[in-house]
C-alpha cells in the first residue's frame, strides 16, 4: 500500500470561472482525504519557486503571471491551495485532473472540461497537482508550514526565532 501526499492548486482561472466547487467534487471521487487547505495570493517569489524548472521555457513569464492571476486582477488573482493524503494519491489526483494540455486532456477530467489553451499559446488547465513524491514533498513544503497540515507528513524540527514580527487579531 503506497500511502502518498500531493499537493493541489486551484488556479486563478478556476477561482474566476466560479469552478472551486465542480473540482472538489470531481476529486472526492479518489476518496482521498484533504489534511490541509488554504487561499493564497501568490507572489512572485512563491510562483518563480514553484515552477523554478520550468524557468527556462519560452511560456515561463506567461505562467508566472499566470499563477498569479495577474491576467485577471482584483478579486481573482489567488488560488486555493490543498494536501490530499492516501493511497497512491498522486496517480489517483492526476487521472481526475487530465492531461496538461487540456486538448489532449480526457474531456470528463477537470484539465479537459474546464481548461482552456489562451491565445498566447499557455495553457490555462485550472488545477495543478504534484507529479511525483519528490515533487510532492518539495512542493508542499514550499506551500504549507507544518503547523497548517494535520498530518505529520515530513519531519520537522522545533527552532526559537527571537524579536519575530507576527500579526495577530486584535
Ligand atoms: N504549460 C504550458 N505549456 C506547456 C507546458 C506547460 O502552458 O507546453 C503550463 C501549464 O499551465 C502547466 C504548467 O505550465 O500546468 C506546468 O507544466 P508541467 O509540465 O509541470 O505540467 P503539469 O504538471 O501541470 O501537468
Ligand atoms: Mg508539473
Redesign the pocket.
Known amino acids: 500500500m503506497k500511502i502518498e501526499q500531493v499537493l493541489v492548486l486551484i488556479k486563478p482561472d478556476g477561482i474566476k470561472k466560479s469552478l472551486v466547487g465542480n473540482i472538489l467534487t470531481k476529486f472526492s471521487e479518489s476518496k482521498l482525504i484533504i489534511v490541509g487547505s488554504k487561499m493564497i495570493k501568490v507572489d512572485e517569489k512563491l510562483a518563480k519557486a514553484h515552477?523554478n524548472h520550468?524557468k527556462d521555457?519560452p511560456?515561463f513569464n506567461e505562467?508566472i503571471n499566470?499563477i498569479q492571476g495577474k491576467v485577471y486582477g482584483e478579486p481573482w488573482n489567488r488560488i486555493l491551495a490543498f494536501v490530499y493524503h492516501g493511497e497512491c494519491a498522486i496517480s489517483k489526483i492526476r487521472e481526475i485532473a487530465g492531461a496538461?494540455?487540456p486538448e489532449d486532456a480526457d474531456p470528463i477530467s477537470i484539465r479537459g472540461s474546464y481548461g482552456r489553451i489562451t491565445t498566447k499559446g499557455?495553457?490555462?488547465?485550472v488545477v495543478?497537482?504534484s507529479?511525483d513524491s519528490i515533487e510532492a514533498a518539495r512542493e508542499i513544503k514550499l506551500w504549507f508550514n507544518p503547523e497548517e497540515v494535520i498530518e505529520k507528513l515530513y519531519p520537522v524540527k522545533t527552532v526559537f526565532i527571537r524579536n519575530l514580527k507576527n500579526t495577530i487579531w486584535a
Open positions: 515552477y520550468l521555457k511560456f505562467l499566470y496538461t494540455n499557455l495553457y490555462e488547465n495543478h497537482c507529479s
